[in-house]
Nanobody
Framework: QVQLVESGGGLVQAGGSLRLSCAASGRTFGTNAMGWFRQPPGKEREFVAAISWSGGRTDYADSVKGRITISRDNAKNTVYLQMNSLKPEDTAVYYC???????????????????WGQGTQVTVSS
């Protein structure tokens, strides 16, 4: 089992920045690929970014490329999501997720992830 706790969400103006953190505990965090998803109000959960266990592979949704960076610190069992140039359409509940694998090509699919956090709200005002 891997337990995930997100933090760092909040209210920010358009153009601002936030850094989300996801602290993991439980089984070996360093062997899990990690992902961030988000669920805007009234919409389906969507992929944001993913990172392999080593950090050597990353993947981003087209809508966030160039504005959002995923990273991890395996010594701290933490994965981060640095979000810059935020837009109102980035408003959503952001979820951290862990795969039961070091990486999968289907990293954009929620069902590829075995563990999920409770989510943190990000609200971007215009």
């Amino acid at each position: 089992q891997v337990q995930l706790v997100e933090s760092g969400g909040g209210l920010v103006q358009a153009g601002g920045s936030l850094r989300l953190s996801c602290a993991a505990s439980g089984r070996t965090f360093g062997t899990n690929a990690m992902g961030w998803f988000r669920q805007p109000p009234g919409k389906e959960r969507e992929f944001v970014a993913a990172i392999s266990w080593s950090g050597g592979r990353t993947d981003y949704a087209d809508s966030v490329k160039g504005r959002i960076t995923i990273s991890r610190d395996n010594a701290k069992n933490t994965v981060y999501l640095q979000m810059n140039s935020l837009k109102p359409e980035d408003t959503a509940v952001y979820y951290c997720a862990a795969m039961a694998a070091s990486w999968r090509t289907e990293n954009r699919i929620p069902s590829s992830y075995a563990y999920w956090g409770q989510g943190t709200q990000v609200t971007v005002s215009s």
